[in-house]
């Protein structure tokens, strides 16, 4: 049974550039989250996809952009980067997107480096 | 608004010692979800409990135990006989129930030491 997997594992990029990072949900689960941690911080909840909809976001702005496909994977997209979205970047994925709020499990994340 | 407080930023012992990590949450929701998860040096964030807001009763699961205090509004972890394993941060969460998403609310983190 696959976990949460996410690509790539780390990534330099300059400032102005644009990015996207990749997730794929863990094996039944229909529900994509990102979220971002800053070293030393605890993880940003950034936005959810359900059924290829953007459900709610967090206070991120409109830079960060995502996108859900129709087999549950999905895409974070950044613009114009600034050294600041230097994180690591979490994918998480759930059953539902909510009621019951069943455990999120976690990817290994995506290093950013802007430079 | 919804807050999660981790207030010990490093925690170092020796190995076989018991260790508490302590977490303080607000929210004005009746009924919400507590979490804890561990995140080792690898990045990945491995989940550990779920607790709803229902059920006050205390949990034990091998070497790990929590205590869940809505009267205080906290949900410490304990770690009994602690091993270099468990040397990781540590996460508490919070996340809202019935509402649009399940989105977690998590607090600064807990950094364990765990010294053979």
């Known amino acids: 049974d696959a976990g949460v997997t996410q690509s790539p594992t780390h990534l330099i990029k300059t400032r102005g550039q644009q990015v996207t990072l990749r997730c794929s949900p863990k094996s039944g689960h229909d529900t994509v989250s990102w979220y971002q941690q800053a070293l030393g911080q605890g993880p940003q909840f950034i936005f959810q996809?359900?059924?290829?909809?953007?459900?709610q976001r967090g206070n991120f702005p409109d830079r960060f952009s995502g996108h859900q496909f129709p087999n549950y994977s999905s895409e974070l997209n950044v613009n114009a980067l600034l050294l600041g979205d230097s994180a690591l970047y979490l994918c998480?994925?759930?059953?539902?997107?909510?009621?019951?709020?069943?455990?999120?499990?976690f990817g290994p994340g995506t290093r950013l480096t802007v430079t | 608004a919804q807050k999660v407080t981790q207030v010990q930023t490093e925690i170092s012992v020796v190995e076989k010692e018991d260790v508490t990590l302590d977490c303080v949450y607000e929210?004005?929701?009746?009924?919400?979800?507590l979490f804890w998860y561990k995140q080792p040096p690898s990045g990945e964030l491995v989940f550990l409990i779920r607790?709803?807001?229902?059920?006050?009763q205390n949990e034990i699961s091998g070497r790990y135990s929590w205590n869940f205090q809505k009267s205080t509004s906290s949900f410490n972890f304990t770690i009994t006989a602690s091993q270099v394993v468990d040397s990781a941060v540590y996460f508490c969460?919070?996340?809202?129930?019935?509402?649009?998403?399940?989105?977690?609310?998590f607090g600064t983190g807990t950094l364990l030491a765990v010294q053979p």
């Open positions: 929210t004005r929701d009746t009924t919400y979800y």
């Open positions: 969460a919070l996340s809202d129930y019935g509402g649009a998403t399940n989105k977690l609310i």
């Open positions: 996809y359900y059924e290829e909809e953007e459900r």
């Open positions: 998480a994925s759930s059953l539902g997107a909510g009621g019951i709020s069943y455990e999120q499990y």
């Open positions: 607790r709803n807001s229902f059920d006050e």
